[in-house]
Every structure is written in C-alpha cells, then in structure tokens.
C-alpha cells in the first residue's frame, strides 16, 4: 500500500485553519467498520508523536484542535485554530496489513 | 517518566552486520509490538519491522527483509534489530517505538545513528 500525502509544505498563520490530506493507493477500511490510519507529528528535533489512530481517534493528550477524516482511500487531517508549536512534519501511516508505511510528509511552518 | 531507549549505533562499513537494542523503562513491552522505523538524512520516516506481541509474528519492510530481522526478551523489556549486509542507505537514525501490532506507536525513543560509509 502506497501512501500520498500533500501538499509537500504548507505555510499557516497562528489562529487559522489548517488541513492535509493523505491518500492510499487502497481502501484502509477494515470489515470492522475502522480505517486503518494514524496521524503522527515529527516536530523539529525530536521523535515523532501520534496525533490520531484508527482514522479519526484522537491520541492520549492531544489537544482537540487536532482532527482526523476521511475513509477508503482519502483522509484529512485537520487543525482548527494552527499554534506556533505545532510547526513540524506530519506523517499519515497506514496500519491495514504488513508491512506498514508512512507518507512522505508534509512540513507545517508558520 | 516512562523511557524508550534505542542503543547499539555507530559507523560501520558496507556488507558488515550491527545489532541494536532498544529498551523500556517505566513502562513495559510484555503483550505490544514494538516497532523499528528509520529516518535517513533530511528524509521522512520509513517503517522498516515490527514484532508481535507474541513474539512469533515478525514482519518486514521491503527495504530490509532478509537482511534485517527483529526479536524480543520480554524478561528484560527489550527488543533487538539485527542489521545484516549493511549498505550505504541504510545510513539512518533508527527509531523503535511501542505500540500495538497494527500501529498505534504511543512511545518513541530518542532513535540511534548507524552509519554506512566505506
């Protein structure tokens, strides 16, 4: 499975919106009605964090301007109100089947 | 404070083998996959392997199966990633991470350099 993601970099403004969006070369829609995608955020310097897991559940402490969409082979990853500290890279990864992969990234700077 | 602590990196040169560790503190590995991604110089991130569990399913990245091969001691929360046949863009910062077997990786280590240079 092939995971795109763009736009490659966005530029945000503090207190807009922002949206990625990530695309599977096929549907990450398990029979159990989930879709098989986190969300994770590399910012500068350090390892990587989950943002959201099975497509749309946002992860332990992740504050709820941070939102996931989208099902088959197209999702969103949204943020409501952009903050200076969410500038980093974010990644969507597949979880459907082994091996696993991860999207090329899209860089968020203000 | 829970800890994620990959070890075992450095400078090695093409064809020849290193193991890394990874280890947990402050939280255990005992019944999650533990994960190994890696992330080259300025590039994203690569999933390259992930034990189950059970510690019977290991499954493989394209880039690394038959030369890398994962395994886990459970008595001493630690995981290990055996890197055979190294090549020059196996060059990376190796990160292993926690989580279930599908995903959900919730606990990162810092990640360890290896590098591959003749």
């Known amino acids: 499975i092939v995971m795109t993601q763009s736009p490659l970099s966005l530029a945000v403004t503090p207190g807009e919106p922002a949206s990625i969006s990530c695309r599977s070369s096929?549907?990450?829609?398990?029979?159990?009605?989930?879709?098989?995608l986190d969300w994770y955020l590399q910012k500068p310097g350090q390892s990587p964090q989950l943002l959201i897991y099975?497509?749309?559940h946002r992860a332990s402490g992740v504050p709820d301007r941070f939102s996931g969409s989208g099902s088959g082979t197209d999702f969103t990853l949204s943020i409501s109100r952009v903050e200076a500290e969410d500038v980093g890279v974010y990644y969507c990864?597949?979880?459907?089947?082994?091996?696993?992969?991860f999207g090329g990234g899209t860089k968020v700077e203000i | 404070q829970f800890q994620v602590v990959e070890s075992g990196g450095g400078m090695v040169q093409p064809g020849t083998s290193l193991r890394l560790s990874c280890v947990a503190s402050?939280?255990?590995?005992?019944?999650?996959?533990v994960h190994w991604v890696r992330q080259a110089p300025g590039k994203g991130l690569e999933w390259l392997a992930v034990?189950?569990?059970?510690?019977?399913?290991?499954y493989y990245g394209d880039s690394v199966k038959g030369r890398f091969t994962v395994s886990r001691d459970d008595s001493k929360d630690t995981v290990f990633l055996q890197m055979n046949s190294l090549r020059i863009d196996d060059t990376a910062v190796y990160f292993c991470?926690?989580?279930?077997?599908?995903?959900?990786?919730?606990?990162w280590g810092q990640g360890t350099r290896v590098a591959v240079s003749s």
């Open positions: 991470a926690r989580g279930f077997n599908y995903g959900y990786l919730t606990h």
């Open positions: 402050g939280i255990t590995f005992n019944s999650y996959g």
């Open positions: 034990i189950w569990d059970n510690g019977n399913d290991k």
């Open positions: 096929q549907s990450l829609l398990y029979s159990n009605g989930y879709n098989y």
């Open positions: 099975l497509g749309s």
């Open positions: 990864m597949h979880t459907l089947e082994s091996p696993l992969a």
